[in-house]
């Protein structure tokens, strides 16, 4: 509360903890952090020293990535917010190949080399088309170029846009996702514009660096052969994973020998109070032992799950059991564990889970 004094100006979390314990001292948080008491309490260390860890805290894996670090520096950018933009229906859900939808991202942020980004950069170059002489933009020789004009009039779709409108390339992403197809083309649902967006761009580089021309019909043909082969080649991946998914054996049965146990966990996000309960039985289904326990300062319900998982390996552990399958209904969790993935709740009690698993062969 107020200025660090001389006392706590160096505290570490570890000064917070009772000595060789993983529980909180209250004493010495109501003494120095009375007002994140609750919030202090509701995070869980780990009961087998589990070693320090760097997580970024904006998502719930604790593990950066450029898209959320992106997203956080455009909240926290001075200037104003951009119009919206339908990302994942322009860009990044486009029925096309990973290639293309990069290709789609660098066209919305401006992201190509192309004659006017590269002269408000400072490079000298001769910032003119080299088709038309018109100043080359991305809107330039997707849209508004006459050679692009007429690589579109040879295209069989539907609600092509003008090279008048749209005026702007988030326009334009937004205009083309309502072509459609038409017969002779025979992909239904794979959009064409992409393809021939990409085959505007490779010719342009080809008769910029080597001299290589194209006519309009060349360019169009190329664009819809290869999204036809595109188009063709995920159909056969589809039927061969329906195949593999016809044929796959069931997965093996859980040996007979084994013991199960299921656990479950109740939480109240009001009192942040939750119950948690575990029972085991044998392969006859004969109850052989079952307990459960009431855990204050819990953040949530899959952090209530966790902690009834860990109490029911823990107590299993005790009671001499060294095989054991055990069962969840929280889908989340069991995703965590088995894909060995994390969270910057649960992380101690991951980490004590599957200490408490490696403990044992089952």
């Known amino acids: 509360m ?3 004094s001389s006392e706590n100006k160096d505290f570490v ?12 001292n209250l004493a010495t948080i109501r003494l120095h952090l009375p007002q994140y008491e609750k919030r202090i309490l509701k995070i869980k260390p780990s009961d087998f020293r589990m070693a320090d860890e760097l997580s970024w805290l904006p998502v719930k894996s604790g593990v950066y990535s450029t898209k959320s670090g992106y997203v956080i520096a455009k909240l926290h950018a001075v200037t104003a917010p951009a119009p919206p933009f339908r990302w994942l229906q322009c860009v ?3 029925k096309t190949s990973p290639k293309l939808k990069t290709f789609l991202w660098k066209i919305k942020n401006r992201a190509l080399p192309v004659e006017e980004t590269l002269a408000t950069q400072g490079i000298i170059v001769d910032p003119t088309c080299k088709r038309c002489g018109a100043a080359e933009n991305e809107l330039h020789f997707l849209l508004q170029c006459p050679f692009a004009v007429r690589v579109r009039d040879r295209l069989p779709v539907t609600h092509k846009p003008s090279a008048t409108d749209p005026t702007t390339i988030p326009q334009l992403l937004q205009d083309c996702c309502r072509m459609i197809n038409l017969p ?15 085959n505007l761009w490779t010719c342009r580089n080809q008769l910029l660096f080597e001299g290589k021309d194209y006519t309009s019909k060349e360019v169009a043909d190329k664009a819809c052969s290869d999204a036809k082969a595109w188009h063709v080649a995920q159909e056969a991946l589809t039927q061969q994973k329906r195949e ?4 796959k054996p069931c997965p093996s049965t859980i040996s007979p020998a084994s013991l199960t146990c299921f656990v479950d966990a109740a939480w109240d996000n009001s009192t942040g109070c939750s119950g948690l309960g575990w029972v ?3 392969n006859s289904n004969t109850t052989l032992f079952q307990n459960s326990r009431i855990q204050r300062f819990v953040s949530s319900a899959l952090v209530a799950e966790a902690l009834a998982l860990k109490a029911a390996l823990q107590d299993a552990a005790s009671s001499g059991i060294k095989e054991l399958n055990c069962h969840s209904d929280s889908k989340n969790l069991i995703s965590l564990i088995n894909g060995n993935g994390n969270s910057v709740d649960l992380q101690g009690i991951l980490h004590d889970i599957r200490v408490e698993s490696s403990s044992s062969p089952g």
């Open 13 to 24: 979390v570890k000064d917070l903890l009772l000595s060789n314990s993983s529980s909180w």
């Open 184 to 198: 002779p083309t025979g992909m239904a649902s794979t959009p064409l514009y992409p393809w021939v967006f990409w």
């Open 280 to 282: 085991l039985k044998d």
């Open 2 to 4: 107020g200025p660090p």
């Open 92 to 94: 990044w859900r486009v």
């Open 244 to 247: 593999v998914k016809l044929t």
